[in-house]
């Protein structure tokens, strides 16, 4: 098995930052593509950002130039660095890792969620 431990969600002012960290740990042979999707209240889950194992990195529009994802694949962590904060980025944010266990099943897994609110 394998869990998703998510950290650094809050409260934070228009323009502000904060700081996301997700570390995958449990029956792990090796963790592929790493991401981070969001859900507001009302809307689908979307996708953030993700990035591969390799380093190769994606997003979606609205969070381009405002928004870095990074990892560290020795500690199987993932990292969302969210700069130019907006109320419209108010949302639960999920961490997302499609991993490889031990038990040679590739699957993906979900983190637990932390809100991040985006306001005056």
């Known amino acids: 098995q394998v869990q998703l431990v998510e950290s650094g969600g809050g409260l934070v002012q228009p323009g502000g930052s904060l700081r996301l960290s997700c570390a995958a740990s449990?029956?792990?042979?090796?963790?592929?593509?790493m991401g981070w999707y969001r859900q507001a209240p009302g809307k689908q889950r979307e996708l953030v950002a993700a990035?591969?194992?390799?380093?190769?990195?994606n997003y979606t529009d609205s969070v381009k130039g405002r928004f870095t994802i990074s990892r560290d694949n020795a500690k199987n962590t993932v990292y969302l660095q969210m700069n130019s904060l907006k109320p419209e980025d108010t949302a639960v944010y999920y961490c997302?890792?499609?991993?490889?266990?031990?038990?040679?099943?590739?699957?993906?897994?979900w983190g637990q969620g932390t809100q991040v609110t985006v306001s005056s």
């Open positions: 997302n890792a499609n991993a490889i266990t031990i038990h040679w099943r590739t699957l993906d897994y």
């Open positions: 990035i591969t194992s390799g380093g190769s990195t």
């Open positions: 449990g029956s792990i042979f090796r963790v592929n593509t």
